[in-house]
């Protein structure tokens, strides 16, 4: 059957009626006696499908297979911690050589023990504790349990620069992270 432009009017009309009221998904319209149009009302379907919410499940799941064995080995993050303390500490004794005009000794020993002292003027070399910056009377650091340090002995003179160029390991948690000091410049750096 063929439809008006009376009919067609009267239809949108009707589908605006309709969408109006928004309770109903189906909308049901008479044209004439022979003719019922029938139209889907586009309502937003609210939440997620089930297949987004498998795949989401699928990447959360590879996610966390791949990521917990790394946050749940704490040796490989006190590894980490150690290496950037023991680069925090050259720098510092570093900074306290060129601040103090002093020559700074840096002492690493076989107990994976970083220490630093001071060699004033007058006295003997390296007689001096360097302070700690807790307040404590002597600047030490210690690599916990399951951590080694390469042992290393140098100095770094008043204009910062180390009196020979190191290169220190520290060890653990299955990773090795090499600090160097570099010999003209005294620069720290992985």
Known sequence: MHLTTSQIITNQQALKQCASEGSRK???????????????????NRGFT??????????????????????????????????????????????????????VCVNIT????????????????????????????KYEITAPSGIVVANASFTFDAIGRPSAAQSIAVTGGGMTTTIVVEAETGYVHP
């Open 26 to 44: 189906l909308c049901v319209t008479e044209l004439s006696d022979n003719v019922v149009l029938m139209a889907r009302l586009s309502h937003r």
């Open 50 to 103: 089930l297949v987004e919410l498998i795949m989401t499940m699928v990447i959360v799941g590879v996610l966390a297979a791949y990521a917990a064995p790394r946050f749940l080995g704490s040796s490989v993050f006190q590894s980490r911690g150690f290496s950037d303390q023991v680069q925090a500490s050259l720098r510092y004794a570093q900074k306290i050589a060129i601040a103090q005009h002093h020559t």
């Open 110 to 137: 076989g107990n994976n023990t970083l220490g630093l002292t001071l060699a004033p003027v007058g006295l003997s070399p390296c007689s001096a504790n360097v302070p700690s910056l807790s307040g404590g009377a």
